[in-house]
């Protein structure tokens, strides 16, 4: 038997899941961007829970649109990126931050360095301002072997009791997100050069050299495909266009 897989929200139920926990929740700005982060930036609960300040601000405070996910938070220890791009995100994000340091949780003493927050510590902190806990577990990997690995049971379980909150019920879990932003993700092969097309979360417009309104985005985001493009050249750049899933108004 096929193990189940979560449900992918519509944009109407993630609006209505924002909503609800930002009414309900009693640290709506750490949950509203939780749930952010899952459906607009495709990062895992366990992610979620280990990436650290360091991670998505600089030493000036300035927040990185291209967070770089360490190969040791990741599952199966492959490095990637991830975009914080999606306007709802950055606020969200802003938000968070500021609402962090006036309760001083992890706070440091010089503001001008990280918005002042330590750099070492976890974005996502518990209500007591530690860290999330972390289970070690066991799975079987491709090749046969056992290896062990960290999971935030925890936090899945408060975001899974998220869904629960807004009345989203069976099949609808933590994972929810991450399944969300993969389902609205669609590629396909730019008409005016040898770039793939990538569909993503973001409200974001970008679009190649080739085509009006050019906005410039690393390479490491696209998946280029061989052959002579018809201006005779390769496009180093991703085409990326809003898939809207989450959402700017009812």
């Not at 609808?172 to 389902?183: C, N, W």
């Amino acid at each position: 038997m096929e193990p189940k897989r979560a449900k992918v929200l519509t944009p109407a139920k993630f609006r209505h899941l924002l909503r609800v926990t930002e009414a309900t929740s009693r640290f709506p700005e750490r949950d509203a961007l939780i749930l952010l982060l899952g459906v607009t930036c495709g990062m895992r609960v366990t992610e979620i829970a280990r990436i650290e300040i360091r991670d998505v601000l600089t030493k000036s405070g300035a927040r990185r649109e291209e967070v770089s996910l360490r190969g040791s938070i990741t599952k199966g220890c492959r490095p990637r990126c991830v975009y914080l791009a999606h306007e709802r995100t950055i606020a969200a994000f802003d938000c968070y931050i500021e609402w962090r340091y006036r309760r001083g949780a992890g706070a440091a003493l010089d503001r001008r360095e990280y918005r002042g927050l330590m750099p070492h510590t976890r974005l996502i902190l518990t209500q007591k301002g530690s860290a999330f806990e972390l289970s070690v577990k066991r799975r079987v990997n491709f090749v046969g072997e056992t290896v062990e690995y960290l999971a935030a049971d925890s936090l899945q379980s408060y975001v899974t009791g998220l869904y629960r909150a807004a009345g989203l019920g069976a099949g609808h879990s933590s994972h929810s997100g991450r399944r969300t932003f993969a389902r609205a993700t669609r590629s396909t092969p730019c008409s005016c050069c040898s770039a793939i097309r990538i569909w993503t979360m973001s409200r974001l417009i970008l679009k190649c050299p080739h085509a009006s309104d050019v906005k410039l985005w690393p390479l490491s985001m696209t998946n280029s495909i061989d052959g002579p493009s018809e201006r005779g050249s390769l496009c180093t750049e991703v085409c990326v266009r809003a898939a809207d899933i989450a959402g700017q108004g009812d």
